[in-house]
């Protein structure tokens, strides 16, 4: 781990640093800030189908600007450009793909209590954006993921619901209990919140409970689909478990003392990456872990 260093990390989204993208060999070499015609990368990344990624930033749904691109194995970005949203594009979250890679998908949010949060789809080349669907229930308070299976059935997070949303209709076909999903191969995601719920073409697949009180936090899923590495924890304390689909068997990667969060497989899923925070105070590390898969 290294030092944060001032220049790098200056003050952002309400007055905590920015984050910047950096490339951390696996082989222990240091850290490199990504850079971009030669400025760095401030934003989160939003990996899609065949390589392709976007790079949004903001504060909270306000979002100032967003790049789109493509990411080889290694991690090097390729042809980043700005997409030229409009100057009155208003709110937006939940950054996703379509399912082909051509269009980004976001949620629309209201600023108003009254106002009706919206999926929609923008042209990275041009940033126009089209009205998908609106959206009712839980959702419509505020939409924190949305994405496309390949069926073209919609996935929307949001209001502690995860909603499959027909794509021809705009209506929803199926809800679940959870704080955001991650996509799979072919149809498969999983809802996470309480627990692990791996759905199907939107039937239950595979349901993981841990003890009451535990929160699962984020979850990825392995390159084949097969496993998912994920953070469970309560009450600022948690721990990073690996479960296959097949025997549904949580495996403990990381535990206490700290706070783990944004968990990612390898590209050859052998190991798992994430940052680990020791308490408060500390800065966060990158912690690289051998899973044998």
């Not at 007055?15 to 240091?30: I, T």
């Not at 749904?61 to 790049?67: E, G, K, L, T, Y």
């Not at 379509?98 to 923008?122: K, R």
Request: a negative charge; one cysteine or more; aromatic letters at 6%.
């Amino acid at each position: 781990m290294e030092a944060v260093d001032a220049g790098l990390s200056r003050p952002g989204c309400e007055g905590l640093p920015e984050p910047v993208m950096f490339g951390a060999p696996v082989d222990g070499g240091a850290r490199q800030a990504v850079l971009v015609d030669g400025a760095t990368i401030r934003g989160t990344v939003i990996r899609g189908p065949e390589g392709r990624v976007a790079l949004v930033k903001g504060c909270e749904a306000f979002v100032s600007d967003v790049w789109v691109g493509t990411e080889a194995a290694d991690g090097t970005l390729a042809g980043v450009a700005p997409v030229p949203l409009a100057p009155d594009h208003g709110p937006l979250a939940g950054f996703g793909w379509s399912d082909d890679g051509s269009h980004l998908l976001a949620g629309h949010n209201g600023l108003t209590p009254s106002a009706v949060a919206a999926v929609v789809s923008i042209d990275p080349a041009t940033g126009e954006e089209t009205k998908l669907f609106s959206l009712e229930g839980a959702a419509a308070r505020g939409v924190s993921q949305v994405a496309e299976l390949p069926d073209g059935t919609y996935v929307v997070a949001g209001g502690g619901e995860v909603v499959l949303w027909d794509h021809t209709t705009g209506a929803s076909l199926a809800r679940a209990k959870g704080a955001g999903f991650a996509l799979g191969t072919g149809p498969s995601f999983a809802v996470y919140g309480d627990g692990i719920i791996v759905l199907v073409s939107g039937m239950p697949h595979t349901v993981v409970h841990h003890q009451d009180g535990v929160t699962v936090g984020t979850a990825q899923f392995s390159p084949d689909g097969e496993a998912i590495v994920y953070t469970a924890g309560a009450e600022g304390v948690e721990s990073v478990f690996v479960i296959g689909l097949t025997d549904a068997v949580p495996t403990l990667v990381a535990g206490p003392p700290g706070r783990y969060f944004r968990t990612v497989f390898t590209g050859d899923g052998q190991a798992v990456a994430f940052n680990r925070q020791a308490d408060p105070a500390a800065d966060p590390e990158v912690i690289l872990v051998p899973v044998g898969r």
